[in-house]
């Protein structure tokens, strides 16, 4: 019997021996989600790290919690910041060459491995980890870089935004916008740009442009979520204010410095390059993307825009209208026919019958919008007012110009003569399309 229980008793034992090797050990867990990787010193892991690419380290961190913040240790570790902190923004002035393209490439990964990295932290405690990585470079800074026109490190730092922050919703977006609009001191310093004297601050006015443009607006976006990204840095300035930031950022810049030609459209008629910025934004504006404004909003911005710094000359005002679009050109015609302003309305529609001549628009267009504006007038008599500012607005002009090259005012280019080349050429297609359409057989481009 004795022997029976002390039997007994050894195997109960040896049971509890092989329970207990069998559980178990304190940590095994995350060391089994780090699969064949545990065998490894962290030295060596990271070792192995720097064989894999960018790309190839984005998809090891979806693997497993540990892994990941093994990688996240990775990333603020000396050997890690050399490795994917690439600072040879300088090498290629211009993002078309494959050097440019190859760090953008190298930034856009980045921005999914960070992304992924940090996918169970809170918006504000991804933002604080990022900038903790990224604090080291300077030429993600807004004043950060000597040379900002032959840098590619706000470019880089957008596209590395743009990824990180791809399907995020609008309140996360909005966070964003106010951490980077503090940590840069931006609302300080574009309040000195829309306050001060055009052109006072222009080094201000040139870093504000590349930042805005690099990194919140940054190129390849989609249209939803540059009109998000631009309504945040317009929308806290009043009109006059937004006006002027939007010519900071759009508008025509010297080739040889890069700072922005405030007098580009006072001094003469300007070319289709030096518009197409502002009527992409104002277009961008006026779409169902943008859903904080509306059409009223964005038709006092353009009237705002038109005497920035001082009054445009009309046939640049006409040329921002066709640039911008069918709507926002008729909108802003409709607004002047409304608000019975028959001779500033008929001056414009002369203006963009002669910006139609000049950079080979057809004509019919510009008959169609005049035909189109004629029926918001609410009275005949207003209407036939208005065609007859028109017609005296043909005659003046052209009686003007006749009267300048008669008197030999004469410059380089001889412009008195062609202005009224061109005009005389306006006129008479002008006046060609609106016969076809009177008399129904259609337009001559048909």
């Known amino acids: 019997m004795t022997s029976s229980a002390g039997s007994s008793c050894r195997s109960r034992q040896r049971q509890r021996r092989s329970s207990r090797r069998s559980c178990p050990a304190p940590g095994s867990d995350s060391?089994?989600?780090?699969?064949?990787?545990?065998?490894?010193?962290?030295?060596?892991?990271?070792?192995?790290?720097?064989?894999?690419?960018?790309?190839?380290?984005?998809?090891?961190?979806?693997?497993?919690?540990?892994?990941?913040?093994?990688?996240?240790?990775?990333?603020?570790?000396?050997?890690?910041?050399?490795?994917?902190?690439?600072?040879?923004?300088h090498s290629a002035e211009l993002p078309g060459r494959k050097e440019g393209a190859s760090i953008l490439e190298h930034y856009k990964s980045l921005g999914l491995l960070l992304k992924r990295c940090t996918l169970l932290l809170p918006t504000r405690d991804r933002l604080k980890y990022v900038h903790k990585v990224l604090s080291g470079v300077s030429c993600f800074k807004l004043n950060g870089c000597a040379s900002p026109l032959?840098?590619?490190?706000?470019?880089?730092?957008?596209?590395?935004?743009?990824?990180?922050?791809?399907?995020?919703?609008?309140?996360?977006?909005?966070?964003?916008?106010?951490?980077?609009?503090?940590?840069?001191?931006?609302?300080?310093?574009?309040?000195?740009?829309?306050?001060?004297?055009?052109?006072?601050?222009?080094?201000?006015?040139?870093?504000?442009?590349?930042?805005?443009?690099?990194?919140?607006?940054?190129?390849?976006?989609?249209?939803?979520?540059?009109?998000?990204?631009?309504?945040?840095?317009?929308?806290?300035?009043?009109?006059?204010?937004?006006?002027?930031?939007?010519?900071?950022?759009?508008?025509?810049?010297?080739?040889?410095?890069?700072?922005?030609?405030?007098?580009k459209m006072i001094e003469g008629p300007t070319d289709e390059t030096s518009l197409k910025g502002l009527a992409d934004a104002i277009k961008l504006l006026y779409g169902t993307e943008a859903r904080e404004w509306t059409a009223d909003d964005v038709i006092s911005l353009v009237d705002e825009l038109s005497?920035?710094?001082?009054?445009?000359?009309?046939?640049?005002?006409?040329?921002?209208?066709?640039?911008?679009?069918?709507?926002?050109?008729?909108?802003?015609?409709?607004?002047?026919?409304?608000?019975?302003?028959?001779?500033?309305?008929?001056?414009?529609?002369?203006?963009?019958?002669?910006?139609?001549?000049k950079d080979l628009y057809c004509m019919d267009w510009a008959v169609k919008m005049m035909q189109k504006v004629c029926k918001v007038f609410?009275?005949?008599?207003?209407?036939?007012?208005?065609?007859?500012?028109?017609?005296?607005?043909?005659?003046?002009?052209?009686?003007?110009?006749?009267?300048?090259?008669?008197?030999?005012?004469?410059?380089?280019?001889?412009?008195?003569f062609l202005n009224l080349f061109h005009l005389v050429n306006a006129q008479a297609n002008f006046h060609k399309e609106i016969l076809y359409l009177a008399m129904g057989s259609g337009s001559s481009t048909a």
């Open 307 to 357: 005497v920035v710094p001082q009054e445009w000359l009309m046939e640049n005002n006409a040329r921002l209208l066709l640039l911008s679009g069918n709507s926002i050109c008729f909108t802003f015609l409709a607004s002047k026919a409304v608000n019975g302003r028959a001779v500033e309305l008929a001056r414009l529609m002369v203006f963009m019958a002669l910006v139609c001549e």
């Open 150 to 263: 032959h840098c590619l490190g706000l470019q880089c730092y957008g596209v590395f935004l743009q990824i990180l922050t791809a399907g995020w919703d609008e309140l996360e977006c909005h966070r964003v916008f106010n951490f980077l609009w503090e940590l840069s001191n931006l609302a300080r310093k574009v309040q000195t740009v829309v306050s001060g004297k055009p052109g006072s601050a222009r080094r201000l006015e040139l870093r504000i442009r590349l930042y805005c443009r690099g990194v919140l607006l940054c190129p390849g976006s989609h249209r939803g979520d540059s009109a998000f990204w631009l309504t945040r840095i317009l929308k806290p300035w009043p009109m006059v204010s937004q006006a002027r930031l939007l010519y900071i950022i759009f508008g025509p810049v010297s080739s040889l410095d890069g700072h922005v030609v405030w007098h």
């Open 31 to 89: 060391l089994s989600a780090l699969g064949d990787f545990q065998t490894l010193p962290l030295e060596i892991f990271q070792m192995v790290l720097n064989y894999l690419s960018v790309k190839d380290i984005s998809m090891l961190s979806m693997v497993s919690k540990s892994i990941s913040s093994r990688l996240i240790n990775y990333i603020s570790t000396s050997s890690g910041s050399r490795r994917l902190l690439l600072q040879d923004f």
């Open 378 to 416: 609410s009275t005949p008599w207003e209407r036939n007012n208005f065609l007859q500012c028109l017609e005296s607005t043909f005659a003046r002009m052209l009686m003007d110009l006749l009267q300048a090259v008669l008197a030999g005012e004469r410059d380089e280019e001889d412009s008195s």
